[in-house]
């Protein structure tokens, strides 16, 4: 079974900063790509990054632009993606996630509970 948890979220203002955190096992810490997706009121669930087991990490290109980074806490087998410069659209839960195989967004099969993100003009 694989276990997510969630945490970090929050309420912000535009161009202010949150740390999400995914806390998980070692096996899924260590042997399964981790991710994040986000879904916004009345929208579909998006992609937002992908944290490969090799340490290499990508990010969705059509929101990302340069303003989030993910690291990974060893010891506490703990993913955080870090996110700045809020903007109002970032507005949504975001999932903590995590797959296998070729890691495509189709591969994430488990899900965390979610975490709240509100950013505020």
């Known amino acids: 079974q694989v276990q997510l948890v969630d945490s970090g979220g929050g309420s912000v203002q535009a161009g202010g900063s949150l740390t999400l955190s995914c806390a998980t096992s070692?096996?899924?810490?260590?042997?399964?790509?981790m991710g994040w997706f986000r879904q916004a009121p009345g929208k579909e669930r998006e992609w937002v990054a992908t944290?490969?087991?090799?340490?290499?990490?990508?990010f969705n290109s059509d929101f990302v632009k340069g303003r989030f980074a993910i690291s990974r806490d060893s010891d506490k087998k703990t993913l955080h993606l870090q996110m700045d410069n809020l903007k109002p659209e970032d507005t949504a839960t975001y999932y903590c996630?995590?797959?296998?195989?070729?890691?495509?967004?189709?591969?994430?099969?488990?899900y965390g509970q979610g975490t709240q993100v509100t950013v505020s003009a």
């Open positions: 070692e096996y899924t810490f260590t042997r399964r790509c």
């Open positions: 996630a995590a797959g296998g195989g070729p890691c495509r967004i189709v591969d994430f099969g488990y």
């Open positions: 944290a490969y087991t090799n340490g290499s990490v990508t």
